[in-house]
């Protein structure tokens, strides 16, 4: 009875139907948070376990299946590693292996062209969980002036139950599209510790709504705009034979609008945690905060004219990740860029196998590089300092968030395309004007700063 009405929807609304299995998955995770409210919040840890995991099954599922065994042999193996290597590096780089491995071989044989809907996209999310749940469980052994701040909030004291391990994989909230949380967090919420009024449900409905609310106007947006600017419009001969104006501001918009399918699910998403309470992130000035599990700042990414600025706006939660587990225990290499680049290097493989991840993080990595050159020859200028700070800026803005956009949606032809054959059909098309403009800007910025930095500066500069 579901297949005809899936069928019929998907029809009306012009979309795929996994995408629709999809966002109606995420958006059943209000109903199921409501019912852990109402009528769970109050039992034991076991009945709530169960409720997760159950709910999570369900899910995984509705949407592919019989494969839902992929996330379930994985859940286990880790339950198993973490039982029987305990706290130890070779359990840490066991685990590691055999996830990451399962995944690339999921990416291996399901691979096609296309951007498909399939059992490797809550894979990947799972795949960074259970890898984070054996890196917490070894730090709880060690002494807590060895952590960071972060890795010593998430440390284990204890080897989690299988029940735990399930639950906390297979949580509704976060199992299909993220965000990443902690298993610390999911015990608290378990034990009733992330609300607002001690012993109660919290009072998040409201911030939920919130949520909600915005995750469901970005999805309208997505749905109204993006058939104006398909994939598969930027390799016909048509877009080809526009003007080279016209192409990069079809890039642009394309970036723009292509990137609100992830923001409004993870908005979304972020709602259905804050309802249930794993959302709850202390008190901050007096008022309580609900944003443990943001994976996105919609505000500082729509205004932000500066790379990073949209870097960190947009899947926080995986980022924070990256920087406790990969890049700050590189620390040894002594060396941030050397760290920065392996940390880039291990998102692109985690993203997979086609050239256009190799090609889109390479080139963010190119971009911060300039914009960070940039930033400090702005600081550093007396001129462009009193630029930037003086009644033009407006107009500086506008340019600067031209470029912005336009280079943001250049890298993601790559990651959306995929295959070598496809983006660079596309970057010929505009001729490579991306690579071009940042290499160019990377070139000159010495040259500018020996004309627009004072001596003085640049020789304190140096010593410093």
Same mark, same amino acid.
């Given at each position: 009875?579901?297949?005809?009405?899936?069928?019929?929807?998907?029809?009306?609304?012009?979309?795929?139907?996994?995408?629709?299995?999809?966002?109606?998955? &995420? %958006?059943?995770?209000?109903? /199921?948070?409501?019912? !852990?409210?109402?009528?769970?919040? +109050?039992?034991? =840890? $076991?009945?709530?376990?169960?409720?997760?995991?159950?709910?999570?099954?369900?899910?995984?599922?509705?949407?592919?299946?019989?494969?839902?065994?992929?996330?379930?042999?994985?859940?286990?193996?880790?339950?198993?590693?973490?039982?029987?290597?305990?706290?130890?590096?070779?359990? &840490? %780089?066991?685990?590691?292996? /055999?996830?990451?491995? !399962?995944?690339?071989?999921?990416? +291996?044989?399901? =691979? $096609?062209?296309?951007?498909?809907?399939?059992?490797?996209?809550?894979?990947?999310?799972?795949?960074?969980?259970?890898?984070?749940?054996?890196?917490?469980?070894?730090?709880?052994?060690?002494?807590?002036?060895?952590?960071?701040?972060?890795?010593?909030?998430?440390?284990?004291?204890?080897?989690?139950?299988?029940?735990?391990?399930?639950?906390?994989?297979?949580?509704?909230?976060?199992?299909?599209?993220?965000?990443?949380?902690?298993?610390?967090?999911?015990?608290?919420?378990?034990?009733?510790?992330?609300?607002?009024?001690?012993?109660?449900?919290?009072?998040?409905?409201?911030?939920?709504?919130?949520?909600?609310?915005?995750?469901?106007?970005?999805?309208?947006?997505?749905?109204?705009?993006?058939?104006?600017?398909?994939?598969?419009?930027?390799?016909?001969?048509?877009?080809?034979?526009?003007?080279?104006?016209?192409?990069?501001?079809?890039?642009?918009?394309?970036?723009?609008?292509?990137?609100?399918?992830?923001?409004?699910?993870?908005?979304?998403?972020?709602?259905?945690?804050?309802?249930?309470?794993?959302?709850?992130?202390?008190?901050?000035?007096?008022?309580?905060?609900?944003?443990?599990?943001?994976?996105?700042?919609?505000?500082?990414?729509?205004?932000?004219?500066?790379?990073?600025?949209?870097?960190?706006?947009?899947?926080?939660?995986?980022?924070?990740?990256?920087?406790?587990?990969?890049?700050?225990?590189?620390?040894?290499?002594?060396?941030?860029?050397?760290?920065?680049?392996?940390?880039?290097?291990?998102?692109?493989?985690?993203?997979?196998?086609?050239?256009?991840?190799?090609?889109?993080?390479?080139?963010?990595?190119?971009?911060?590089?300039?914009?960070?050159?940039?930033?400090?020859?702005?600081?550093?200028?007396?001129?462009?300092?009193?630029?930037?700070?003086?009644?033009?800026?407006?107009?500086?803005?506008?340019?600067?968030?031209?470029?912005?956009?336009?280079?943001?949606?250049?890298?993601?032809?790559?990651?959306?395309?995929?295959?070598?054959?496809?983006?660079?059909?596309?970057y010929s098309s505009v001729y490579f004007c991306g690579h071009l403009f940042f290499l160019v800007a990377y070139l000159i910025l010495p040259f500018l700063r020996i004309t627009l930095v004072p001596k003085k500066d640049r020789r304190e500069k140096k010593q410093d």
């Amino acid at each position: 009875m579901a297949a005809p009405l899936l069928e019929k929807l998907s029809e009306s609304l012009g979309s795929p139907e996994p995408a629709i299995r999809l966002i109606l998955s &995420v %958006l059943i995770g209000y109903p /199921f948070a409501l019912v !852990y409210r109402w009528f769970l919040f +109050y039992q034991p =840890a $076991t009945v709530v376990h169960l409720f997760h995991i159950c709910s999570g099954l369900a899910l995984a599922a509705f949407n592919f299946g019989s494969q839902l065994y992929h996330s379930a042999v994985c859940v286990f193996v880790q339950f198993l590693m973490l039982r029987l290597m305990g706290r130890t590096v070779t359990g &840490v %780089l066991s685990s590691f292996t /055999f996830q990451m491995l !399962y995944l690339l071989a999921g990416y +291996y044989y399901t =691979a $096609t062209e296309e951007y498909d809907i399939k059992w490797t996209m809550p894979h990947c999310v799972l795949t960074l969980k259970l890898i984070g749940l054996a890196f917490d469980f070894y730090d709880g052994g060690k002494e807590p002036s060895q952590l960071s701040a972060d890795q010593a909030k998430a440390a284990l004291p204890s080897v989690p139950t299988l029940l735990e391990v399930f639950g906390f994989s297979y949580f509704y909230g976060g199992f299909l599209v993220g965000p990443q949380f902690t298993m610390r967090n999911y015990q608290k919420l378990v034990s009733r510790e992330l609300t607002d009024c001690p012993g109660k449900p919290p009072n998040s409905v409201v911030p939920a709504l919130k949520r909600f609310a915005l995750g469901f106007l970005c999805l309208a947006m997505y749905a109204i705009f993006s058939p104006s600017f398909p994939d598969t419009y930027l390799l016909t001969d048509e877009y080809e034979a526009q003007p080279f104006w016209y192409r990069c501001v079809f890039i642009l918009l394309w970036g723009k609008f292509m990137l609100y399918k992830y923001v409004s699910c993870w908005v979304i998403a972020e709602g259905v945690c804050i309802l249930a309470g794993l959302g709850y992130n202390g008190v901050v000035n007096g008022k309580h905060q609900w944003d443990a599990c943001a994976n996105m700042k919609v505000w500082l990414f729509e205004t932000t004219p500066l790379f990073g600025g949209t870097i960190a706006s947009f899947n926080i939660n995986t980022n924070a990740w990256a920087a406790r587990h990969v890049f700050k225990r590189l620390k040894f290499l002594g060396n941030k860029t050397l760290s920065h680049v392996a940390t880039l290097l291990f998102l692109t493989i985690w993203h997979g196998l086609h050239s256009g991840y190799i090609l889109c993080f390479s080139m963010e990595f190119f971009i911060i590089t300039v914009e960070r050159q940039a930033q400090a020859l702005v600081l550093d200028s007396p001129l462009l300092t009193s630029l930037a700070n003086s009644h033009f800026y407006p107009f500086v803005y506008i340019v600067q968030q031209f470029i912005h956009w336009l280079f943001m949606g250049y890298p993601l032809v790559p990651f959306c395309l995929f295959t070598y054959d496809k983006w660079l059909k596309v970057y010929s098309s505009v001729y490579f004007c991306g690579h071009l403009f940042f290499l160019v800007a990377y070139l000159i910025l010495p040259f500018l700063r020996i004309t627009l930095v004072p001596k003085k500066d640049r020789r304190e500069k140096k010593q410093d």
